[in-house]
Structure formats: C-alpha cells, structure tokens
C-alpha cells in the first residue's frame, strides 16, 4: 500500500431544501462541476420576528477539489435558486487530503 498527500481545497455548503427533487438537482449539479461529493443532513434553528423557534432540517455538502473558490460561490448561487432559499452559506478551508492506495484490492 501507498499512502499520497494532496494539496486541496474543502469547500463546504450550508443549505436546506423544500424538496426531495430539490435535493437531487442539487447532487447532480455538484457531481456535473465537481465530479463528487459528500452530503450530511444536520439541524438548525433560529428565531424570528416574534421570537418563535423555528427549526428545519438542512444539509451540509462537503467538496474537495483544485477548482478556484468561485466555483463553489457559483454553486452556491445555484443552490439558492433551486431550493428557492434566501441564504445558502459555503467557506473554504486548504487540506492536506492524505490518500491510501491499495494496489493489491484495487480493479
């Protein structure tokens, strides 16, 4: 086995959905630019003008590539409009992504 280690950059999206279809147009877009992904649901809450809880599921869509940041600001601007949100958050962290090869498992 051989162990690589790759410079790359983890953008992450914050956002929730209305529906399933939603979520799935979402995914396919993601793969189209950044030929993967990795989705986490989480939950969140906030008050609003009267004080009231209010909470929702949403999602966390993790993304490791060598693509420039505007790609992933694009993305997010594309999530906005499809899941008809008014905030979608997304940051970008720089990782040393340590990859393990193994040669005797793989076809």
Do not use: P, R
């Not at 529906?19 to 649901?41: A, D, N, P, R, V």
């Not at 939950?43 to 949403?58: A, C, I, M, Y």
């Not at 993305?75 to 962290?93: D, M, P």
């Amino acid at each position: 086995m051989k162990t690589l280690l790759q410079h790359k950059n983890k953008h992450t999206a914050l956002f929730a959905v209305n529906t399933t279809e939603q979520l799935e147009e979402i995914k396919k877009i993601t793969c189209l630019i950044f030929g993967g992904y990795t989705l986490s649901k989480t939950f969140g809450g906030w008050t609003d003008e009267n004080k009231n809880l209010l909470e929702e599921t949403s999602y966390k869509l993790e993304i490791l590539t060598d693509k420039q940041s505007k790609y992933i600001e694009n993305l997010s601007q594309h999530i906005a409009q499809i899941a008809q949100q008014s905030e979608v958050y997304f940051y970008t962290k720089k990782v040393n992504l340590n990859i393990v090869q193994n040669f005797n498992h793989a076809k």
